[in-house]
């Protein structure tokens, strides 16, 4: 059994990197989507608010959807939606193309993103100790790849087809074949057995609403962050910071990196310190970087800012997830789905926030807005200490035996 476990943690990871290419792959070459379909600046915002929107969809679909299925059967058909439709965008030639690849795209993440943290967690759950920051290294990781390849796309002037092609060729087939070791926890069945008993603590009891809002929103200010960083870092060094083009392109790459190296430390700092403890130095780590890009007098302390803010939030999404599975054991895949749904609020709410206070105000004020939301993060810490679960502040098993408790069931 405990190779089982390992491979089916293996294999989850790889779908975190897949998906982190992917998504990469289609917001680095936006400019590039829009010259191909001709789409209006005007336009644009509507197309690309709808991916999240539809993601939002998709993941409220999966939280119905696992009560009859388990997650692995989600993650292994929508993985191979969203590399397709990736695909497609790059194929098109017209607006109906490109608007209904993009929603099978956001309807497949917003998907894909509820079964692999539903899938994250209750493996988690079964090890006994803290690994979740690790699935989201392995995100961080394809993120980098992504954006690297896209890199090489616009450099060489590659049409779209021809720059995904050869990522899906790849990633699809490798994603199917892995999707063979998926693991499937007990929260599943608890759910199941739950839910066909008449609510409670199940899938669809008030109560999971309820004691779930302080994560979730805690969810949405990490993600009103890190739009924060991928929308606007850019823009900042350049025309407040006076950088070069070619630098204001860096902090981004330099925000992804220290994401992946935090989140490949974080499990340790969890398993030692514990999750309470990491939050509140996340929360605290980025709120400074905010602050320093706010007061920044040149281009380069304002890239040690943003490489601050990467640092403070890598932490704080994958213990949410970790947290809700924690708060609920029973019921664990319904939290998920609908904490993942204030991932997506995040990212609407936060780039066009400090755009609207940036032009009616300054840029360097706008800045002081996501500081103040990240500290929030402090007073809802507590919802991020270990529940029944044993795991998390001070209780996880032994690095030698937790895999094999685990697989006797918990």
């Not at 929107?53 to 679909?61: E, F, R, T």
Request: charged share 10%; glycine share 14%; proline share 4%.
């Amino acid at each position: 059994m405990t190779d089982v476990l390992r491979r089916g943690r293996a294999s989850l990871a790889f779908s975190f990197f897949a998906q982190g290419v992917a998504f990469a792959l289609l917001v680095t070459r936006i400019p590039a989507i829009q010259d191909r379909y001709d789409v209006s600046d005007g336009l644009l915002p509507a197309f690309l608010a709808a991916v999240p929107i539809l993601a939002g969809v998709g993941s409220v679909c999966t939280e119905h959807l696992v009560k009859r299925v388990p997650p692995s059967h989600v993650l292994r058909w929508a993985q191979p939606v969203v590399l397709l439709a990736l695909l497609r965008v790059g194929a098109g030639d017209g607006l109906w193309q490109l608007g209904l690849a993009l929603a099978a795209f956001g309807l497949a993440v917003g998907a894909l993103d509820a079964s692999m943290n539903m899938l994250g967690v209750s493996l988690q759950h079964t090890y006994g100790r803290s690994i979740m920051l690790g699935f989201h290294a392995a995100f961080s990781l394809g993120g980098i790849v992504g954006a690297s390849l896209a890199w090489v796309g616009a450099h060489w002037d590659l049409a779209l087809f021809v720059s995904y092609l050869p990522v899906v060729l790849v990633l699809l087939p490798a994603a199917l074949v892995g999707s063979r070791w998926y693991v499937d926890g007990s929260g599943h069945k608890e759910a199941q057995a739950s839910d066909g008993a008449g609510g409670g603590s199940g899938t669809g009891g008030a109560g999971v609403g309820f004691k779930l809002l302080p994560l979730c929103l805690v969810m949405a200010i990490a993600y009103i962050g890190d739009s924060t960083v991928s929308n606007w870092s850019a823009k900042y060094l350049q025309d407040v910071l006076g950088s070069s083009e070619q630098l204001a392109t860096v902090p981004y790459n330099v925000y992804m990196v220290t994401t992946l190296l935090g989140r490949a430390v974080g499990d340790f700092g969890v398993r030692r310190f514990g999750a309470v403890a990491v939050v509140r130095v996340g929360a605290v780590v980025a709120a400074a970087g905010f602050a320093v890009v706010a007061v920044a007098p040149g281009a380069w302390v304002g890239m040690l800012g943003f490489t601050l803010v990467g640092f403070g939030l890598c932490v704080i999404v994958p213990q949410t997830f970790a947290a809700a599975g924690r708060l609920f054991p029973g019921a664990a895949d319904a939290a998920v789905a609908r904490l993942n749904i204030f991932n997506y609020v995040g990212f609407l709410i936060g780039s066009p926030l400090v755009g609207a206070l940036g032009d009616a105000w300054s840029y360097r004020g706008a800045m002081l807005v996501p500081m103040a939301l990240v500290l929030v993060t402090l007073f809802y810490a507590r919802s991020f200490a270990s529940g029944p679960s044993r795991y998390g502040d001070g209780h996880e098993w032994p690095r030698t035996a937790d895999v094999g408790r685990g697989s006797n069931g918990l």
